[in-house]
């Protein structure tokens, strides 16, 4: 992302478009009014020209409520990739509130389902992201161990009965399996078997560990345990 430090920079980032043009708009009419919270005839809310998940500012103006609204309907229109998806999101608390305030203001069905829709689809784009980043085998670490939230615990014997029987009802209709009468290509089953031997002749070779002092339990290949972990579970 370009380097944004004053509000014209932030204005040369955004799109050239009607969306911008009309934020600005709004921006520079109320900057003319000069309102303070005090003088202001009408309730107002404070807001940020840059947003601070852009750029930490306190450069704000005071917006009528409607406005306030208008501005961040406008910004997501006005942004692209990471900014966008920052600023649907903006949008999604200023609608919906957060975990202080849990009142929905949307009053209109069409509006709350295509805000949903759109927040539910950039939260999945940027844990995407994240993700394609991670090579897997470090992805399989961070979720193994105890770094799994399941580490040291055990399910109730009601809760695998029930992922059991959800399993079992799921399997009855073979049709609904996203492969079904499609299949795995050949070159994917080839990776697929890769993957599996190399996984198992890496298993094979790990065994428990423990330390005595820090009260840990790892697995680790054989002969490749940090010191003061010795063979056995502790």
Known sequence: MATISTREAF??????????VWYFSIVDKALARAWTKK???????????VPKSILKNEDVVLLT???????????????????????????????????????????????YERIK????????????????????????????????SMFGKKQKESTKKLIGQKTKDRLKDKTKHPLYGIGHSEETRKQMSEMKKNYYATAIKKKWYHNSITKQQKYFIQGQQPEGFVLGRG
């Open 65 to 111: 409520a409607r406005e306030h609204f208008i501005c961040h309907l406008l910004l997501p229109k006005m942004l692209v990739g990471t900014s966008k998806r920052k600023m649907m999101l903006a949008l999604h608390r200023l609608t919906f509130g957060n975990k202080h305030n849990n009142v929905v203001y949307v009053k209109h069905s069409n509006d």
């Open 117 to 148: 829709i759109k927040c539910s689809q950039y939260l999945s784009e940027r844990s995407q992201e994240y993700w394609d980043n991670i090579p897997s085998e470090e992805r399989t670490q961070m979720r193994s161990g105890e770094n799994n």
């Open 39 to 49: 003088t202001a005839p009408v309730y107002v809310e404070s807001h940020h020209i």
């Open 11 to 20: 204005k040369d980032y955004c799109l050239v478009n009607k969306y911008t």
